[in-house]
């Protein structure tokens, strides 16, 4: 059976990449593309819906792919890191609680919200794969550098609630797999401001999105609930 794939932050340059890549696969019937700006890619596989996470009314847009008989994916590629008003915080006292719930909201809550708006239509699908666009930077094991508190902890809570999601979606069905995946570092809006401070490699979002369907191609239901890098080595929490 081909596969319908949901797409979130297909604005972005993850999200616009891995549009570009399911669109041009022929197991692929449909990708259904999330953005807060409606863009139909001039593609008759795609069909765009408007979804902002601040705005939570806008998820009833979703009831326009409730008829769907089976979804296969969803990758959720939304995240900020910083916006016109609000950078990643150096030390504790730049900390500003209004900064800090936006950046939750889209990092943590939005997401979460929107895999629970779509639960009818997981429920009623075989061995859905979810993959949420996290960071290495929220493993804690991993933190030696501190800094960059709400996007750092935002990704930490959103470690978590892919463990809980997948304990959950185990009980309804024991095929279903949720992961957290790092890209790696890739140019994008998201990193652009911080891309002349970084000594490793950075991947262009098409090397990225490559790496990182292989990923998802690989992992099956005993993988659920782990967080990979873009080579599919675990990342610890
Ligand atoms: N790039 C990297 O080096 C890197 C490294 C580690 C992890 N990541 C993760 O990868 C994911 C994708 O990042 P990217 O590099 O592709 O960044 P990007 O190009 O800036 O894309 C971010 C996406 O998030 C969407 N978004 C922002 N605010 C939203 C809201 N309120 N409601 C709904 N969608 C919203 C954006 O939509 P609009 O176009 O409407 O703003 C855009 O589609 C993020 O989760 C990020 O944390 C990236």
């Not at 090397?207 to 990182?212: K, Q, T």
Request: proline share 3%; hydrophobic share 35%.
């Amino acid at each position: 059976m081909k596969e319908n794939i949901i797409i979130a932050g297909s604005s972005g340059a993850i999200g616009g990449e891995f549009t570009k890549k399911y669109t041009n696969d022929l197991n692929v019937e449909k990708v259904v593309t999330l953005s807060r700006n409606v863009n139909n890619h001039n593609h008759k596989k795609i069909q765009s819906i408007k979804i902002d996470y601040n705005n939570e009314e806008t998820f009833k847009n979703l009831d326009e792919i409730s008829q769907l008989d089976s979804i296969s994916k969803v990758i959720i590629a939304t995240g900020i890191l910083h916006t016109d008003e609000l950078k990643p915080e150096k030390s504790i006292d730049s900390i500003d609680g209004e900064s800090m719930k936006k950046v939750f909201q889209v990092n943590v809550f939005g997401p979460i919200l929107l895999v629970k708006t779509l639960l009818p239509l997981i429920k009623k699908s075989k061995g859905v794969k979810i993959a949420f666009l996290t960071a290495r930077v929220g493993s804690i094991s991993d933190n030696e550098l501190g800094g960059w508190h709400s996007y750092r902890s935002s990704k930490s809570a959103l470690n978590m609630m892919i463990k809980n999601l997948s304990i959950e979606l185990k009980r309804l069905n024991k095929e279903h797999v949720v992961i957290g995946i790092h890209p790696g570092t890739v140019k994008s809006h998201l990193s652009e401001p911080f891309l002349r401070h970084v000594k490793h490699d950075v991947f262009s979002p098409k090397e990225s999105v490559g790496f990182m369907t292989k990923v998802i191609n690989e992992i099956t239901h005993m993988d659920s609930g782990k967080c990979f890098d873009f080579s599919g080595k675990v990342i610890e929490p």
